[in-house]
């Protein structure tokens, strides 16, 4: 065996073990696959299940001493699962479901001892746009279920019932909280009485009557939140051995609540938190599922104006979450779910705590939670989040607190936010007028340089005419520029601020969704169905101040083109905003007037005629600008760029 032979054997290996190591799976893919794994063992179970519940129910007994109804008992043995699919737990699968509800001043809770889960969930403070209670959810639109094995059966506790547990302070006569005492509510799974059972091991048996699954809430008063544990007391010897964490499923398909389901959908969807990192979600137009195999802190089903929030007291070990909507249902929004990792020791009392939060997506509501819920309204990213956080907010609130009127209340702070622009504007008008007044002077530099080759030679006069004249053609713009972020920052703040919701004001019922002057028997491509007074209005005024904006700069006759994307762009937000919160195109509206009035007052301030002269004497000073290297480059650059036209022209 010679060198090259040596070499190439030791290449070889070295690239299967290079090969080996760097495909070789992360802590993280062999618990998906171990995962994968018990999904698939559940799968089998369920299977094996389905198979004996079909055997049981083809078969069945008849009496020797008279007849019986074969129909009465076809429907008994098809009620009762048989004990090979529920194991342990076959005796929970029969039972009569029963509801109990516990409230206290903000919220009403309804329960249900099959699956001892949360049945319903109502805002006892807000109503839906029809005037009926407001339920995040309820009945079967909410999935509640917590899977573990047990003698190698997939228990599904959705399917079984509990017995209910009330604390005795209150009794069963009385479960609305006091002033300092909470209603405590649990809901009990106990397994088989097993002690004729031979199959079982006799430390089964021994422990099989005092071992129970329970689930305990409690809700304290003045508070959305609603405590929830699940406890597993002496279930050792029952739940599989090699169980080191179990499944939870909790999933809504959330009503409608407000009067836009479009709306509601656009802003529907699930959020979650992960550990040690920042707050994540699901695009809200989207439907999607994301698997996340990183440690969570909380999952939310964020809807418009609430939300429903489960938060893990240590964390969630994994999720997997889905967003899914129905294009053909009217009376739900969208589907949201999220299946969680619960971590789990085999000893003889294991709890999980969490908490679940129901409540409004009021900023400081979510706030006081001091969880990072606040960041559940959209209130925009960077700096449109800083101004609404810091500065609207605040004056919003400090407003409300005096009982007025949202109209009133969008007119004061529009004045506000107007006020405090006001130097902006002015230095825009004056600026406006400086290009007005320099507008025969471009028309003639228009007029000497016709050709389109000599476009550079036209734009070198006009800046050159700008400096004699001491102009600044971007002093108009920069101000613009500084108005546009409060100008995206209530574009974000007036269709996610609950405290409008079903707040009338003039023509609209309701400043937190479209208002409606007439209701068409049809629908308009990009319009809709309804004609919203409101956004007439913001668009007609917009359209005005186009016109007398285009006229004060001297820029309709330079640039028709740039003229028509103008005009076009009120026409488009009349199909946007139409739809849109009655209160956003009001403080548009209200802008674009007060945009008007300003005008009228700097015409009285701004002297033009001084301004014009002023400019005259500019013009005759003799003024030395030193070119910039870059500002050189440029010029060469044209100037060949206008040689190559030449020549082409020539050919």
């Not at 999935?143 to 228990?155: K, Q």
């Not at 001491?470 to 101000?479: D, I, K, R, W, Y």
């Not at 000073?621 to 480059?633: A, D, E, L, N, W």
């Amino acid at each position: 065996m010679d060198r090259n032979t040596v070499i190439g054997f030791l290449l070889i290996a070295a690239i299967l073990i290079g090969w080996s190591y760097f495909t070789a799976p992360s802590q993280e893919e062999i618990e998906e696959m171990r995962r994968r794994q018990d999904s698939i063992r559940v799968a089998k179970a369920l299977e094996d299940s389905l198979r004996q519940i079909q055997i049981a129910t083809d078969t069945f007994a008849v009496a020797d001493t008279g007849a019986i109804d074969t129909k009465e008992v076809q429907a008994t043995e098809a009620a009762r699962p048989s004990s090979e699919h529920l194991g342990i737990f076959s005796n929970a699968a029969i039972g009569e479901e029963e509801k109990t509800t516990i409230e206290n001043e903000y919220i009403k809770a309804t329960f249900s001892n099959k699956g001892g889960r949360i049945y319903s969930i109502e805002l006892k403070d807000y109503k839906r746009y029809n005037g009926e209670p407001l339920k995040l959810f309820e009945g079967d639109t909410n999935l509640f279920n917590l899977t573990f094995f047990a003698g190698n059966r997939a228990i599904n506790t959705e399917e079984l019932f509990f017995e209910t547990r009330i604390n005795k302070e209150t009794g069963l006569d009385n479960l609305s909280t006091s002033e300092n005492t909470a209603v405590a509510i649990s809901f009990l799974l106990f397994p088989d009485n097993v002690l004729n059972d031979t199959t079982l091991t006799d430390t089964l048996a021994e422990t099989a009557h005092r071992s129970y699954l329970e689930f305990a809430y409690t809700l304290h008063p003045k508070s959305y939140n609603l405590d929830f544990a699940i406890n597993f007391v002496e279930m050792q010897n029952i739940v599989a051995a090699n169980t080191s964490y179990i499944n939870f499923d909790w999933s809504n398909t959330t009503p409608s609540q407000e009067k836009s389901l479009r709306n509601e959908r656009s802003a529907t969807t699930v959020y979650y938190n992960f550990l040690i990192e920042d707050i994540e979600h699901i695009p809200e137009r989207r439907d999607d599922i994301r698997t996340l195999n990183n440690q969570l802190k909380w999952v939310a089903f964020k809807q418009q104006f609430f939300s429903s929030i489960i938060i893990a007291n240590q964390s969630f070990l994994n999720a997997e979450v889905e967003t899914k909507t129905d294009p053909e249902c009217e009376n739900y929004v969208r589907t949201l779910r999220a299946s969680l990792g619960l971590p789990y020791e085999n000893k003889p009392l294991h709890q999980i705590n969490m908490q679940f939060f129901f409540g409004p997506n009021h900023f400081n509501t979510l706030k006081a939670q001091e969880m990072s819920f606040e960041k559940l309204i959209p209130l925009g990213w960077g700096i449109f989040s800083w101004i609404n956080r810091f500065a609207v907010i605040p004056v919003f609130n400090y407003l409300d607190s005096f009982n007025l009127n949202y109209g009133l209340i969008i007119l004061i702070l529009t004045v506000l936010i107007k006020i405090i622009l006001f130097p902006i504007a002015y230095k825009t008008y004056a600026s406006s007028a400086k290009m007005r007044l320099l507008k025969p002077d471009i028309e003639e530099i228009n007029a000497k340089f016709p050709k389109k080759e000599d476009a550079m030679k036209k734009q070198q006069a006009v800046m050159g005419l700008y400096k004699k004249a001491g102009v600044n053609p971007m002093a108009g713009c920069l101000p613009m520029l500084l108005q546009l972020p409060i100008l995206i920052a209530m574009f974000r703040f007036f269709p996610a601020s609950i405290e409008l919701r079903q707040e009338a004001f003039l023509w609209a019922d309701d400043l937190s969704t479209y208002d409606s002057i007439l209701d068409l028997p049809f629908s308009i491509p990009f319009y809709g169905s309804h004609v919203s007074l409101f956004t007439l209005l913001m668009t007609v005024s917009t359209i005005i101040y186009t016109k007398i904006n285009m006229q004060m700069m001297g820029t309709s006759n330079q640039m028709p083109g740039m003229k028509a994307m103008m005009y076009m762009m009120p026409v488009m937000f009349l199909g946007i905003f139409n739809n849109f919160a009655s209160a956003l195109s009001y403080y548009y509206f209200l802008t674009n007037i007060i945009t008007f009035l300003q005008m009228f007052v700097f015409r009285y301030i701004i002297d033009e005629e001084a301004l014009k002269k002023k400019i005259e004497a500019n013009k005759k000073r003799k003024i030395t600008v030193k070119k910039s290297g870059f500002q050189k480059k440029l010029e060469e650059m044209a100037k060949q760029k206008s040689q190559r036209q030449k020549q082409k022209a020539k050919r």
